[in-house]
């Protein structure tokens, strides 16, 4: 028989015992399950602006927005008072049987009016990945209503993410994730990244952009243009690394695209509202994509939201020749989601978030990352608006990267982490996309606190005769 404990308030728990209960019953996400029961989870309780603070009471300065989407920072009244509203008001109904409610049509409302003009139309999900279910579906729909239902095959790239559903993890090219499970999924192919520092070094950025795209063309000669329904990408990969592709990049993509009357599909889920200084990473890097994924910065992740904005070509057909659309989920257009997330954009406008990235915050982040360049440990460093990697190696003037198994940037984490800084390892790239709400002196700390971290990386790495 299982004893019976009294629930504890928040406050007579101790770190320990967080662990312990976490440790007996929580199956965490992309997580060795064994190995976390051995160290104990990290218990946050509580953040404002940009720093979040654990059960012993550390204070962190959180450069990666929770996971790339508390784009205004914690505790943001206007947020909050906006979810009390509608909790209060109606905290649920749904928009199937030909129902729905006020805050899912005024975002629907607001989001075709700050996206790109081809978009008029939202399809509302629960999350980024089922935003790309959505997609794989709706792209298929598209070329069997119009009489193509050949065309099935989606390209994708290597080291993608787009998310951990069954159609997300197909179309992300993770190979770790499809090594569990038997995916990709039928029909979805994938051509190598545009990661410049990896595979291009020896030409031009410029150059390498353009080789990089003509792999897509090169793909769908090789499936058969008759057969491709769409292309999918990020404009600057997230979880990948922060792979940010050269500037001849996207342009080239979009004129492959319409030459052979392939669909454009940009992954926004990161890149979306204001992450790289434009509202859209497609107006960033210059393409025109037909449909655009979305979720984690369209409430700030103050709630779960994501969906997808299907431009006038595919709109169209879909209603004009669709009949009913065999898709959806109880939470598309989630009342208390949806009026966060208006509550959330209309913010972003007031603060003039989305330009101070573009004209003060993204170029001062530049200006820091150049200075990191100088680093013993950074072989490369790089930014777009507010995201930014290091990409830690043994030799400089070689680009010669650590031996794998030493985990070097997990080691640099683990300083981050003791410094109280949340950056990301990917590898031996460490990456940050701070809350779009951080100020050009929170920015300097945050190039302090990382500079403190390379150092003692350094250090660690020199004691232990790695270096
Ligand atoms: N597309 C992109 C581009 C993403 O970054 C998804 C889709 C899936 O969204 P949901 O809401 O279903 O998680 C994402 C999610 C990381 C990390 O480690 C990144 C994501 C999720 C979890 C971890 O950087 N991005």
Request: include cysteine; charged fraction near 20%; hydrophobic fraction near 40%.
């Amino acid at each position: 028989m299982n004893a019976v404990h009294p629930p504890l308030a928040v406050a007579e728990r101790s770190t320990q015992d967080w662990q312990a209960a976490d440790a007996a019953h929580f199956l965490h996400p992309f997580t060795d399950f064994q190995a976390l029961a051995r160290k104990g989870s990290r218990i946050i309780t509580r953040g404002d602006n940009i720093y979040v603070w654990d059960s012993d009471g550390h204070k962190i300065l959180d450069a990666m927005s929770g996971l790339w989407c508390v784009n205004v920072g914690y505790g943001q009244p206007a947020l909050i008072e906006a979810a009390t509203r509608q909790m209060s008001e109606l905290p649920f109904y749904n928009s199937f049987f030909q129902t729905t409610t006020p805050p899912a049509i005024e975002l629907a409302e607001l989001l075709a009016e700050l996206t790109p003009p081809q978009f008029r139309h939202v399809f509302f999900s629960g999350s980024g990945s089922e935003g790309n279910d959505t997609v794989v579906r709706m792209v298929r729909r598209y070329w069997d209503l119009l009489g193509q239902p050949e065309r099935q095959v989606i390209i994708s790239r290597r080291n993608a993410y787009h998310g951990s559903t069954l159609a997300g993890a197909s179309l992300g090219g993770m190979s770790a994730m499809h090594a569990q499970g038997g995916l990709p999924i039928p029909g979805i192919v994938h051509i190598e990244q545009p990661f410049w520092w990896q595979l291009g070094r020896g030409r031009s950025r410029e150059e390498f952009g353009l080789e990089a795209a003509g792999w897509l063309e090169q793909k769908i000669l090789e499936v058969g243009a008759e057969r491709v329904a769409a292309f999918i990408g990020e404009p600057v990969q997230g979880a990948g690394g922060v792979i940010i592709p050269p500037e001849t990049y996207w342009p080239e993509v979009q004129r492959i695209c319409d030459r052979y009357d392939v669909l454009l599909v940009s992954d926004e889920v990161i890149c979306g509202f204001g992450r790289t200084g434009h509202w859209f990473g497609c107006e960033r890097f210059g393409s025109r994509p037909d449909l655009m994924t979305f979720a984690k910065g369209v409430s700030s992740g103050y709630v779960p939201l994501g969906g997808v904005m299907v431009g006038e070509r595919v709109a169209r057909v879909l209603i004009e020749q669709g009949g009913e659309f065999e898709h959806g989920y109880t939470y598309s257009g989630h009342p208390v989601a949806c009026a966060v997330a208006v509550a959330n954009l209309r913010l972003m406008r007031q603060l003039g978030l989305v330009e101070r990235v573009r004209e003060e915050t993204g170029p001062h982040l530049a200006k820091l990352y150049e200075r990191l360049k100088e680093h013993p440990l950074v072989g490369d460093a790089e930014t777009c608006g507010l995201m930014g990697a290091l990409q830690l190696v043994k030799d400089k003037a070689s680009a010669t990267p650590f031996p794998e198994e030493q985990q070097v940037g997990m080691l640099c984490r683990a300083h981050c982490f003791a410094s109280g800084l949340i950056m990301r390892a990917v590898g031996d790239r460490m990456i940050v996309a701070p809350p779009l709400v951080i100020t050009l002196e929170q920015i300097d700390d945050m190039g302090r606190l990382i500079t403190h971290c390379l150092d003692q990386t350094w250090a660690e790495l020199r004691e232990k005769a790695w270096w």
